[in-house]
């Protein structure tokens, strides 16, 4: 089982329907495909979503950074030497997409090797997820109308509501549409992507505050330290940190700060390894977690119920893992299929999919 080769694949699919937001909009899906070649000729794979609107990556600065550092670092370890793993990836800082999608190929590899899940192997609570859809800019009668279809065709009723434009008016104004055009049985919660400053977030959340909202997540900047602490004091609904919290650290400083009280997940970002740790945190201080969605492709939404399926405190909440449905193509040989608002793990070892080839060879940037 040991490490003897990884890839890092460019390749561009455009979104047949762009998501934007306060922080920036994805047009194209510029994503590396990682492949973990092994010893025995298993072939584990992952999705690295690169977001420089957020941390800082690019397409070109994923693969670099694989090829010329993480690849090198980790051929000739053993896929049950993660922590070897884990401690190698960290020599170099940040990156954390390229080192998570490193990571969740080593999982999948190791599961198809073993002849195991990798939900089987993270924890096994749950073989499915309630899905959460993501809402982005747009006006109020075609974000309800995309909410309706949403729920029509694939039974979601969780809905995460962009906001954080200028005037705020115009997310508040969104949201009650929502409300009144959903009725009260669909969940609703809104992100801003740092989109405001503090006391515009308590203003909107003032003025939507009898439209029963779930979470906020990320109105405001995480480093208006100050002003940040005061919004998360008086709201009356969980706070989630998501941007703000790349590493199980972070999650800390602003949990003990008093800057959050939730916490959202995202395996594109930390991957299998770090993300458990997040989530133990996260069980020990009594938090309120959700699984993110980094505009994930159908790969990347596999990892991200892989995980959240495997434990019971992920599996409360829906998970934002419909974004996909967003995209004109994807790779993978069989497309998911989102369920009575559900979407299960695929059964065989590993993570359960394989990539077509020949649409990685249609895509491919290299």
């Known amino acids: 089982m040991k490490i003897t080769a990884v890839e890092a694949i460019p390749y561009a699919i455009p979104y047949a329907k762009p998501l934007k937001f306060a922080s920036g909009e994805v047009r194209v899906a510029e994503h590396v495909l990682?492949?973990?070649?092994?010893?025995d000729g298993v072939v584990g794979i992952a999705d690295a979503p690169p977001r420089p609107f957020t941390y800082g990556e690019t397409q070109a600065g994923v693969v670099a950074v694989i090829d010329s550092l993480f690849a090198p670092a980790v051929v000739g370890l053993g896929l049950m030497e993660r922590e070897q793993i884990h401690a190698r990836l960290n020599r170099t800082v940040a990156n954390p997409v390229a080192k998570a999608a490193l990571d969740?190929?080593?999982?999948?590899?190791l599961g198809r090797t073993l002849g195991y899940q990798v939900n089987e192997l993270l924890g096994g609570w749950s073989d499915r997820m309630r899905v959460s859809h993501m809402l982005g800019f747009d006006s109020p009668a075609a974000m309800v109308a995309e909410a309706e279809r949403m729920r029509d065709t694939h039974g979601i009723t969780t809905f995460k509501v962009k906001v954080g434009r200028h005037p705020h008016t115009l997310d508040t104004a969104v949201v009650r549409a929502?409300?009144?055009?959903?009725?009260?049985?669909?969940?609703?919660?809104?992100?801003?992507?740092r989109g405001w400053s503090a006391s515009e977030s308590a203003r909107a959340m003032r003025e939507m505050s009898?439209?029963?909202?779930?979470?906020?997540?990320?109105?405001?900047?995480?480093?208006d330290v100050l002003g940040r602490r005061w919004l998360v004091q008086q709201l009356d609904v969980p706070f989630i940190a998501d941007e703000?919290?790349?590493?199980?650290?972070?999650v800390t400083?602003?949990?003990l700060g008093g800057s959050a009280t939730a916490v959202s997940i995202k395996t594109s970002r930390t991957g299998f390894t770090q993300s458990r740790r997040v989530h133990h945190l996260a069980e020990g201080l009594g938090l309120e977690v959700v699984m993110g969605n980094q505009i994930d492709s159908q790969l990347g939404s596999v990892c991200t119920v892989s995980f959240g399926a495997a434990f019971e405190l992920t599996s409360r909440r829906a998970g934002e893992l419909s974004n996909f449905l967003?995209?004109?193509d994807d790779l993978l040989t069989e497309p998911l299929e989102i369920r009575d608002g559900e979407l299960t793990i695929r059964p065989g070892a590993g993570l359960g999919v394989e990539i077509d080839p020949d649409k990685l060879a249609h895509y491919r940037q290299d």
């Open 326 to 328: 967003d995209m004109s």
């Open 178 to 193: 929502l409300r009144e055009g959903l009725g009260e049985e669909v969940e609703l919660y809104v992100d801003g992507n």
């Open 244 to 250: 703000s919290v790349p590493t199980p650290a972070d």
């Open 34 to 39: 990682v492949r973990v070649h092994t010893d």
């Open 210 to 223: 009898d439209l029963g909202l779930t979470f906020a997540e990320e109105l405001c900047p995480a480093d």
């Open 253 to 255: 400083r602003e949990v």
């Open 104 to 109: 969740m190929a080593v999982w999948d590899a």
